[in-house]
C-alpha cells in the first residue's frame, strides 16, 4: 500500500507542476510552484525510500 500512495503522491506532483508550465496571471504563481515541487519532492522521497528495501 505505501508503493502505491508514493506513486499517486508523485504523479499528483507531476501534475500539479505541469499545470503550472502554461502562463498565468496570478501574482502569488510563486505559491503554487513552492506546493508542487515540495508535493513532487515528497512523492519522489516516498518511492526512494519504498523501493531501496
Not at 496571471?25 to 510552484?33: I, L, R
Amino acid at each position: 500500500m505505501a508503493k502505491l500512495t508514493a506513486w499517486l503522491v508523485t504523479l499528483l506532483g507531476v501534475l500539479l507542476v505541469l499545470q503550472l508550465l502554461i502562463p498565468t496571471t496570478f501574482s502569488g504563481a510563486w505559491f503554487n510552484w513552492v506546493v508542487a515541487l515540495a508535493v513532487l519532492v515528497v512523492g519522489i522521497g516516498k518511492l526512494m525510500r519504498n523501493y531501496k528495501k
